[in-house]
């Protein structure tokens, strides 16, 4: 596994960047038998380091955690035993979800697009067309409606827009504000 150890405008020193590869390798390989790629970030918050840990397994999924602590650490500690708990909670569903999968999950690019906020209340806008601010792409992955709720559990996502692997229609699944999780589905609009 590739392990990627990064600081936003901190110094992350080789005692750490071992543990981290150490610590990260071996609770993932306890969960996950073919991760891929993980990615590290330490940064700073107020009085707080936060530590982002994200990893890609070659089934497609992501898993991403985060930690605060005021020692740097007992971050990565946290968001390490956040990323465990996850795993170790879904690692059934992976098996069965992929257990027949060859080939990694399949994905597409679609435009994605940031728009700029609605006037001030008082300002009357000139016309109902939004004002772009950037331009970039997204990853939309074919998966099943099972698998979308997972990969957007597991990526700590309140919304995950994908393509349904049983028609290729687009799909969205979301977190409700009662807790429950909410599908769109296009397709059976009659």
């Not at 390989?29 to 530590?51: I, M, W």
């Not at 979800?97 to 994905?107: C, F, N, S, V």
């Not at 679609?110 to 109902?128: F, K, N, Q």
């Not at 290729?168 to 769109?184: A, F, K, Q, Y």
Request: aromatic letters at 4%; hydrophobic letters at 35%; proline letters at 4%.
């Amino acid at each position: 596994m590739r392990i990627q150890v990064s600081g936003k405008h901190i110094d992350v020193g080789a005692a750490l960047t071992a543990q981290v590869n150490e610590r990260l390798t071996e609770v993932v390989e306890k969960y996950s038998q073919r991760p891929l790629e993980a990615n590290v970030t330490f940064s700073k918050d107020g009085h707080e380091f936060v530590c982002d840990v994200s990893v890609h397994l070659s089934t497609g999924l992501n898993t991403q955690a985060k930690g605060r602590a005021a020692d740097i650490h007992n971050c990565f500690d946290s968001a390490l035993t956040r990323m465990e708990k996850q795993l170790r909670r879904y690692k059934r569903r992976l098996k069965d979800h992929h257990k027949d999968r060859i080939d990694p999950i399949e994905t597409i690019g679609a435009p994605s697009y940031v728009l700029s906020r609605t006037p001030e209340a008082d300002d009357e806008p000139e016309s109902l067309q939004p004002i772009i601010i950037a331009e970039m792409e997204t990853r939309v992955q074919t998966l099943s409606v099972g698998e979308a709720v997972m990969q957007m559990e597991l990526s700590g996502a309140n919304m995950l827009v994908f393509r349904n692997v049983s028609h290729g229609g687009v799909n969205v699944v979301h977190t409700r504000d009662d807790g429950n999780v909410g599908w769109i589905d296009p397709r059976n609009i009659k």
